[in-house]
């Protein structure tokens, strides 16, 4: 029973739209050209967006609804919105005359109204409205975009969906890059001039033994101690563990925390240092008093830096059964 | 060794004349290394010990099946082998697709054996393959060594080889794979170049560039030697060290073995097309340069030469630079993409080649996964590559490089942990044979007589050519006096004989409990600590084998393709080559969409039996549910439109398998397939997934299209023979409804009548 005013609204609109038809659709056309947008988008407002998706439809619209303003914050929109400005324009330079499909953005600044009739509490939201052919409800529910964050080429997934969802094949071509080419060029050309110029001071120091030393044994106790694990899979530097204390051990024998991994590394290279001091630095000191104690010393650090290491693997991995006194974990 | 050498070794203080008991010392370095490879192959045999002889993993059971062929049909059908059993409908160009090697290592031992009447069966060299040849590796990382050092450091070097986890977890016995023959390669291979970078020598490049072929025809790593060996070359010639000798070695390692490396079907080309292989080419250029303008320099008055060099060096830079950019434009070089960019842009793979990134060895490794692959060595490692610094000659530039190079792939990737090890071991004995060559002496230093004491050891100290020039090299700028206290001597010794011990017991306890499981046969304890065999694989294979028809297709996840070919010996769809990346899709989709749509795929790929692992109620982790996101994940990568990771989530982000689970997830095909009937398992309402420690719905789901053909006895192998077309040309569905005593809809029967059962008790109501 409240099929029947519904029915008769839609046929009392549907009477006027056929009227205006032609027109809705110059209309939106112009808009287009007129407005202050990206070329090739229509900028919407509540009301903008009524005319254009009242059914019936002669032609499919893509409608981005955003929230651009500042004010909420939105980085993805703010993201998304380049994408898709490349997307409208792509499709805007191909065909003058938007062929029957139309870009649209609704900032949800000029209108609440739809977001609220629509229940959106989250931007940004692609979808599109296919034209209506037969009078079905079905055919009037519009196409969600199953947005992607991490896309990092959302225009050509935007566009793949489009030519799959519509009859309109819609290319990207993405404008090419200028400005890195000409900061390429122009770093290349700086590095080179730099190190020409710089060549005679740096010589000396790029000859230098210790200094390649230095960089190569960074280099492996950086890799190591699992620093590409932690660049690969983001891990936090500690976290925040229960009571309120800090954990910087992670549990487990396949996971790290930041801390922990330099925590190793530095052992390692105590335990390195303590190895090279022992085989290259005391045979060469002078005094035998001197020599015995640093030898008891750096031995007491190896013992102790590697029982240490001992706990702290086993730690890691709690049925490890080996342990090396003093530290007995 | 040589004499002159041993004399200054403090070691060979022990004996007051060196060269009287240089026999002693040979025969003792003989029975040493034949301990080390004897202790290198027993402690890979636990996994026989405890199990069987029986080849583990995946990846073997494909050289296995393989190895047998060959034996069978001999070299030349092997090397023109169609493989018309696996990738169904495709099949696969296996000759021409796989790395020989170790299939021909295998081989010509089987037939070695046969000829000196030994008839041993194949299996049994297959599974100690890998064991026999770390005997091998330990010599050539001993060879490798005596060169970096003196043969004390060799032996260590080779002991630590035999039994550094990082090594055994790839080579126990039965892990029939390419790295069981591959390390021995680049380990001697190496050996070798560096035997031709000191030499100059021919000959030595010759023969290195043999192993390098050898290399090329067993393991896709070799790539790993085409880029060290130019790279060390390449770091010689900016360091100024350019000399005739390397130029030979270069040379001849080159051009001999890209040769050679291009007999290789699998390899073919790709040594002057892809961008991996562009280092040694573009490095062989250069040397072919510096030789040239070496040779103008004794030719051509210095000033002349100069602008002549300037505009040499100018002229080829532009026009290499223009060739390389024109050939990668054009597609003659391939771009920079694949497996081994993946090395470099550590996201790539993860964005592109789902595939890859889906293998947990190709995952990035965590510290603890060093130690305990490496234990003491990791700590010694650093240490051993500074002491490399303290003389460089040429060869010491090698090790530098290779460990940088190596620390790097090995922390981007866990399965490159193997190509560390090497280096480690050698680096390692450097530093511990240091330590001990100090520490060890006999003769302590007189404390009265300082100055003439320090004089002496000054001129006893090791003086290779170059250490004239340690270029004020930390730490080694005072004389070598030596060590004066005994008791100094004994600590450190004391120590370090605690260390090794520990290193010892450590690398005991890794293998006994990480590396020696065959996964094919999983093992638990009881209660009572007795062991008890999970043989779940073997029973399903084996029922495959017994009670299926001999040209029967299985569709699995790609994983168990080469087990199902090689136990059950029956077609798969798809196995763990990987090299058609649709097809695998296809199986993907098949799991991940439901009723209607997978069975549209297996009938048109003519499947007639369906294979899931699942591990809910053993709580075997390694199952197809905790895969299923990869395989969705791939699917998707091909048919976007069809398969969405998304729809397998939660609302709220989670992948459920309970009453939670979405309904993309429960009318999946591997939902259906993993939880069909496992309610019946348990009291109503109870039924439970160990792996995922979730309560499952009451409602078991149904299959209308597959049947059930058989369930191993902890579950984890299920196995579903997909239903013929119905007799009376029904679908599936409401023929399934029909037999449940449901009565068939008349119109709206179809594919659209699954709720059909109950529309028809709506009419008969009506």
């Known amino acids: 029973m409240r099929l029947l005013p519904l029915l008769a609204t839609v046929a009392s609109l549907l009477s006027v739209t056929v009227a205006q038809k032609p027109h809705k659709y110059t209309t939106f056309t112009e808009l287009s050209a007129s407005n202050k947008g990206t070329r090739g988008t229509v900028i919407l407002n509540d009301q903008l967006f009524n005319e254009l998706t009242l059914p019936p439809r002669n032609y499919t619209s893509v409608v981005l609804f955003t929230a651009l303003d500042p004010r909420f914050g939105c980085v993805l929109c703010r993201d998304f919105q380049g994408e898709y400005d490349l997307v409208a324009s792509n499709w805007f330079r191909d065909h003058p005359k938007h062929d029957g499909l139309l870009f649209t953005v609704l900032d949800f600044s000029d209108g609440k109204a739809t977001f609220q009739k629509l229940g959106m509490s989250t931007a940004p939201i692609l979808m599109l409205f296919p034209p209506t052919t037969t009078g079905s409800p079905s055919e009037h529910m519009p196409l969600k975009y199953d947005m992607n964050p991490n896309d990092p080429s959302a225009a050509e997934s935007v566009a793949r969906w489009l030519s799959s969802q519509t009859k309109h094949a819609v290319k990207i071509t993405r404008p090419f890059n200028y400005v890195k080419l000409f900061t390429l060029i122009f770093g290349l050309v700086g590095t080179a001039t730099l190190s020409k110029l710089a060549y005679p001071y740096l010589a000396p120091v790029m000859y230098s033994r210790n200094l390649w030393a230095a960089l190569s044994l960074v280099a492996v106790l950086l890799f190591t101690s699992g620093h590409m694990f932690n660049h690969i899979r983001k891990v936090p530097y500690v976290v925040q563990g229960r009571n309120g204390g800090v954990s910087y051990i992670a549990g487990g024998f396949s996971n790290q925390f930041g801390l922990e991994t330099q925590i190793v590394a530095v052992v390692y290279s105590v335990l390195a240092f303590a190895t090279i001091a022992l085989c290259l630095k005391m045979p060469r000191m002078e005094s035998a008093g001197k020599q015995k104690v640093a030898v008891m010393a750096w031995n007491l650090v190896l013992l102790v830096l590697f029982s240490f290491l001992m706990s702290l693997f086993k730690m890691k991995n709690g049925s490890y059964p080996f342990f090396l006194p003093p530290l007995i974990a | ?766």
């Open chain 2, 1 to 766: 060794m040589a004499s002159p050498k041993s004399q200054q070794k403090p070691t060979s203080t022990l004996f007051k004349d060196p060269a009287a008991t240089e026999s002693v010392r040979s025969i003792l370095k003989v029975l040493i290394l034949l301990t080390i490879a004897a202790a290198a192959v027993a402690s890979r045999l636990f996994s026989v010990i405890r199990f069987e002889s029986i080849i583990h993993e995946f990846d073997p059971w494909f050289n296995f099946r393989a190895s047998k062929y060959l034996v069978k049909h001999g070299f030349f059908d092997f090397w023109n082998w169609f493989d018309d059993r696996t990738w169904y409908p495709l099949g696969r160009v296996t000759g021409g697709t796989l790395y020989p090697g170790l299939m021909v290592t295998s081989g010509a031992i089987w037939h070695f054996l046969r000829l000196i009447s030994f008839p041993v069966d194949i299996r049994n060299i297959c599974v100690l393959l890998a064991p026999g040849f770390s005997g091998l590796t330990a010599y050539a990382t001993y060879l490798f060594t005596a060169e970096m050092k003196d043969s004390s450091a060799g032996l260590l070097a080779a002991a630590f080889m035999g039994i550094a986890p990082g090594y055994i977890s790839r080579s126990v016995a039965g892990s029939y794979d390419n790295e069981a023959i591959a390390i021995f390669l680049l380990v001697f291979t190496f050996y070798l170049w560096i035997k031709a970078a000191k030499l100059g020598s021919a000959m030595w490049g010759g023969l290195c560039a043999l192993f390098y072929f050898y290399m090329v025809s067993a393991w896709g790593g070799y790539v790993f030697i085409t880029n060290l060996i130019p790279l060390h070359v390449f770091v010689l010639i900016l360091m100024g060290r350019y000399s005739g000798r390397i130029y030979v070695a270069y040379s001849s390692w080159y051009a001999l073995g890209t040769l050679a490396s291009m007999q290789i079907p699998f390899v073919g080309f790709l040594p002057i097309r892809t961008s991996e292989h562009m280092a040694a080419l573009g490095i062989f250029g250069l040397i072919q340069l510096v030789a040239f303008v070496d040779f103008l320099r004794g030719q051509v008055p210095t000033k002349q030469f100069n602008t002549l060099l300037r505009a040499i060096v100018i002229l080829i830079a532009v026009v290499s630079f223009v060739g390389l950019v024109t050939l990668t434009v054009t597609g003659v070089i391939a771009p920079w993409s694949g497996r081994f960019y993946s090395l470099w842009d550590t996201g790539y793979a993860k964005i592109h080649i789902p595939i890859i990134a889906s293998v947990s060895e190709h995952q990035p490794t965590a510290w603890p996964s060093f130690f305990f692959d490496l234990n003491f060595l990791i700590w010694l490692f650093p240490a051993g590559v500074y002491l490399c610094f303290r003389q460089l000659r040429d060869e010491h530039v090698f090790i530098i490089v290779y460990s940088v190079m190596s620390s790097y792939f090995a922390g981007v990737m866990v399965r490159l942990m193997l190509t560390l090890t090497p280096i480690v071991c050698v680096a390692a004995a450097i530093a511990v044979s240091s330590i001990l060559d100090a520490y060890l002496a006999i003769d302590s230093p007189d404390d009265q007589d300082d100055e003439s004491d320090a004089k002496k050891s000054k001129k006893k100290e090791p003086a290779p050519p170059t250490s004239g020039s340690t270029g004020g090299f930390l730490s080694s700028t005072a004389p070598f006096i030596g060590i004066y206290s005994v008791t100094s001597k004994a600590m450190v010794v004391g120590s370090f004989t605690v260390y090794l011990i520990l290193f010892v017991l450590h690398c005991t306890w890794v293998t006994s409990n990480a590396y020696s499981s065959p996964s094919v046969v999983l093992a638990s304890r009881m209660p009572d600590g007795s062991q008890h065999i999970i043989d779940d694989f073997r029973e399903a294979y084996y029922w495959l084998r017994k009670n299926t028809a001999y040209d029967a297709k299985i569709a699995s996840w790609w994983d168990y393709g080469y087990q199902i070919g090689g136990m059950a010996d029956r077609t798969t769809l798809v196995d763990n080559n990987t090299w058609n990346n649709t097809h695998i899709a296809t199986v993907g989709k098949v799991m991940a969409s439901n009723e209607e749509v997978s069975y549209e795929i297996l009938r048109k790929h003519e499947v007639d039996y369906v294979l899931v692992i699942f591990g809910g109620l053993l709580g075997y982790s390694g199952d197809d549910i905790n895969k299923f996101l990869w395989m969705v994940r791939i699917a998707e990568g091909v048919w976007p439109q069809e398969v969405q990771e998304r729809k397998f989530f939660t609302a709220r982000g989670e992948y459920k398998i309970d009453h939670e689970a979405t309904d993309t997830m429960k009318n999946s095909m591997m939902y259906k397939m993993s939880y069909y009937k496992y309610t019946t398992m348990f009291p109503p309402g109870q039924a439970q997934d160990r792996v995922r420690g979730a309560k499952l719905p009451a409602e078991g789901p149904v299959l209308h299209t597959v049947e059930e053909a058989f369930t191993s006895e902890n579950w984890i192998v299920r196995i579903y023979k997909v239903k013929d077309l119905d007799e009376f040309g029904r679908d599936h569905f409401s023929a399934t409804a029909f037999d449940a005593g449901k009565k068939k809809t008349g119109k709206k029967g179809g594919l659209a009548g699954r709720g059909s059962g109950k529309k028809g008790r709506r009419l008969v109501r009506a």
